[in-house]
C-alpha cells in the first residue's frame, strides 16, 4: 500500500528551538495538506499545496511557521522559534485532486 | 453555524446495535463530503465518500441531505472493531481542495 511517510515520529524539544518536521507524498498525489491536532481545537489546516504551489497557509501563525514544497517527493513544516503551545500531533495528508486523502502516522511535538 | 459540527458523544452501544451519527455544515456550496475514521493515536483514514444523495458500503451507509444541510452516518450490526472516533469532513467554501474536520464523533462498542 503506498503511505505517507512523516519524520519524525516523535519529538521533544525547548520551548525556543527550531523544529522540523518532514513529509514524503504519496507518488503522483499533487496536493498536500499539513493540519494540526489537538484535544481542545480538533484537526486544524495548517497549509496546503496543489503541484507545490502553497494555495492556502492562513492556518498558520505566520511570525513562527513556515511551509514549503521543496520538490514533489518532500513538504516540510518548519517552527522557529517553538513555544509549548505549539505542543501537539502534526499530520500530513496528500491525495489527488479531490478523491479523498491519505495521511501521515503524524509527528507528535511536545515542546517543554 | 460553525462550518462543521459534530456531537461529540461518546456513543455507547452494544455490539450488534445500529448507531447513527449527525453532522451539520454551514456552506450551502459545498458538494461533496467525507467521512473518516481514527483510532486511538492513529491518524485518520477514509472511511466513505458522499458526493450526491448518499453511500453504502457493507453495513455503513451515508446520507446527505442538502437541504437541511447535514450528513449521516450509520453503522448497522456494530461490531468491537467500530469503536473509534468518526470524523466528518466537509469542503471550505465550495472547494475540493480545502477540507474542514469536525470535532469528531467517539463510538465504543461493548460487548
Known amino acids: 500500500d503506498a503511505r505517507v511517510t512523516q519524520t519524525p515520529r516523535d519529538k521533544v524539544t525547548e520551548m525556543g528551538q527550531e523544529v522540523t518536521m518532514r513529509c514524503q507524498p504519496i507518488?503522483?498525489?499533487?496536493?498536500v495538506f499539513w493540519y494540526r491536532q489537538t484535544m481542545m481545537q480538533g484537526l486544524e489546516l495548517l497549509a496546503y499545496?496543489?503541484?507545490?504551489?502553497?494555495?492556502?497557509d492562513s492556518g498558520m501563525p505566520k511570525d513562527r511557521f513556515s511551509a514549503e514544497m521543496p520538490d514533489a517527493t518532500l513538504a516540510t513544516l518548519k517552527i522557529q522559534p517553538s513555544e509549548p503551545r505549539d505542543s501537539a500531533v502534526y499530520f500530513c495528508a496528500s491525495g489527488l485532486d479531490s478523491y479523498g486523502y491519505t495521511f501521515g502516522s503524524g509527528t507528535r511535538l511536545t515542546v517543554v | 453555524r460553525k462550518e462543521v459540527e459534530q456531537d461529540p458523544g461518546p456513543f455507547n452501544v452494544p455490539e450488534g446495535a445500529t448507531v447513527a451519527f449527525n453532522c451539520t455544515y454551514s456552506?450551502?456550496?459545498?458538494?461533496?463530503f467525507f467521512w473518516y475514521r481514527q483510532d486511538c493515536r492513529k491518524e485518520p483514514k477514509l472511511l466513505m465518500s458522499?458526493?450526491?444523495s448518499g453511500n453504502e458500503d457493507g453495513r455503513f451507509t451515508a446520507q446527505l441531505n442538502r437541504a437541511s444541510q447535514y450528513i449521516s452516518l450509520l453503522i448497522r450490526d456494530s461490531k468491537l472493531s467500530d469503536s473509534a472516533t468518526y470524523l466528518c469532513v466537509v469542503p471550505r467554501g465550495g472547494s475540493q481542495g480545502n477540507l474542514i474536520f469536525g470535532k469528531g464523533t467517539k463510538l465504543s462498542v461493548k460487548p
Open positions: 458522499v458526493y450526491s
Open positions: 499545496f496543489r503541484n507545490r504551489a502553497p494555495l492556502d
Open positions: 507518488l503522483g498525489h499533487n496536493t
Open positions: 456552506n450551502s456550496a459545498s458538494q461533496s
